[in-house]
T-cell receptor
Framework: EPEVTQTPSHQVTQMGQEVILRCVPI?????FYWYRQILGQKVEFLVS????????KSEIFDDQFSVERPDGSNFTLKIRSTKLEDSAMYFC????????????FGPGTRLTVL | EDKVVQSPLSLVVHEGDTVTLNCSYE??????LLWYKQEKKAPTFLFML????IEKKSGRLSSILDKKELFSILNITATQTGDSAVYLC?????????FGTGTRLTIIP
């Protein structure tokens, strides 16, 4: 069964460093999303991406964040200068052609900023 | 601001009991409501609801949406220990999913 994959599963970084979180969405999906979940809190939307551009972003997704689809398969989230409060589980999700369709989540990347 | 509220926050029942989880929402440009089960890591998809009054069913789980009253319920009958998880309700509108805080369900053997 096709699934969303994410790498790495766990990333530890120093405050101020740049990190890139990688995702491979399900191959025939066209809509891509990043979410984060701070430990003990709810899942929060960061950004949605369609047709090689951002279609929606939340107030969390400020200038230190960027997303890219560098080739036909990968979808990346870059955090330019990490802060302690960026520590969270980051989930990538993808969905098929129709917006609002079921979103399939990857296993997540746990980011720890020291 | 879009809002999704789930209740109860936490529920502890004995194996074999039936449970009902609630989700109410205020989301502009509503497109769909989704239920997910989250155990250790990623949410796994359960149901997507777009129309009022049509029950979706999968084994012991079922769900229904009321778009007039802006809520949905998730029922689990004959609960098993494997049903222990956090159940998330999320509503898709304005190009994004807005999640509730979840209901933590614990099934005691």
């Amino acid at each position: 069964e096709p699934e969303v994959t994410q790498t790495p599963s766990h990333q530890v970084t120093q405050m101020g460093q740049e990190v890139i979180l990688r995702c491979v969405p399900i191959s025939n999906h066209l809509y891509f999303y990043w979410y984060r979940q701070i430990l003990g809190q709810k899942v929060e939307f960061l950004v949605s991406f369609y047709n090689n551009e951002i279609s929606e972003k939340s107030e969390i997704f400020d200038d230190q964040f960027s997303v890219e689809r560098p080739d036909g398969s990968n979808f990346t989230l870059k955090i330019r200068s990490t802060k302690l409060e960026d520590s969270a589980m980051y989930f990538c999700a993808s969905s098929a052609q129709v917006r609002g369709n079921e979103q399939f989540f990857g296993p997540g990347t746990r980011l720890t900023v020291l | 601001e879009d809002k999704v509220v789930q209740s109860p926050l936490s529920l502890v029942v004995h194996e074999g009991d039936t449970v009902t989880l609630n989700c109410s929402y205020e989301v502009t440009n509503f497109r769909s409501l989704l239920w997910y089960k989250q155990e250790k890591k990623a949410p796994t998809f359960l149901f997507m609801l777009t129309s009022s009054g049509i029950e979706k069913k999968s084994g012991r789980l079922s769900s229904i949406l009321d778009k007039k009253e802006l809520f949905s319920i998730l029922n689990i009958t004959a609960t098993q220990t494997g049903d222990s998880a956090v159940y998330l309700c999320a509503v898709f509108g304005n190009e994004k999913l807005t999640f509730g805080t979840g209901t933590r369900l614990t099934i005691i053997p």
